[in-house]
Nanobody, 116 residues
Framework: EVQLVESGGGLVQVGGSLRLSCTTS????????FGWFRQAPGKKREAVSC????????YYADSVKGRFTISRDNAKNTVYLQMNSLKPEDTAVYYC?????????WGQGTQVTVSS
């Protein structure tokens, strides 16, 4: 059974930084693309950033472009989301997702709270 574990969330002040990590037990990690999603209370879950399984090309939501950076370390089976210049509207539960074709897996999420 595949398991994804997120870590690195917490409470930070406006303008601060956090680095989220997603470590997975998925077999053939390098064949999966990964995404970070977030959901705030009363709002829809939205895609924040995704990274390709092959060439490391990345997608970023307009709201985080220039502030967040996604990366992966295939040797460690880990995907990261570096979050800088955090804003209160970044407050949400952040989820890691691994996907390949029709197969996808979700982590349990990690809370990020940005306060002033």
């Amino acid at each position: 059974e595949v398991q994804l574990v997120e870590s690195g969330g917490g409470l930070v002040q406006v303008g601060g930084s956090l680095r989220l990590s997603c470590t997975t037990s998925v077999f053939l990690f390098e064949d999966y693309a990964f995404g970070w999603f977030r959901q705030a209370p009363g709002k829809k879950r939205e895609a924040v950033s995704c990274i390709s399984s092959s060439d490391d090309s990345a997608y970023y939501a307009d709201s985080v472009k220039g502030r967040f950076t996604i990366s992966r370390d295939n040797a460690k089976n880990t995907v990261y989301l570096q979050m800088n210049s955090l804003k209160p509207e970044d407050t949400a539960v952040y989820y890691c997702n691994a996907f390949r074709g029709y197969v996808n897996y979700w982590g349990q999420g990690t809370q990020v709270t940005v306060s002033s």
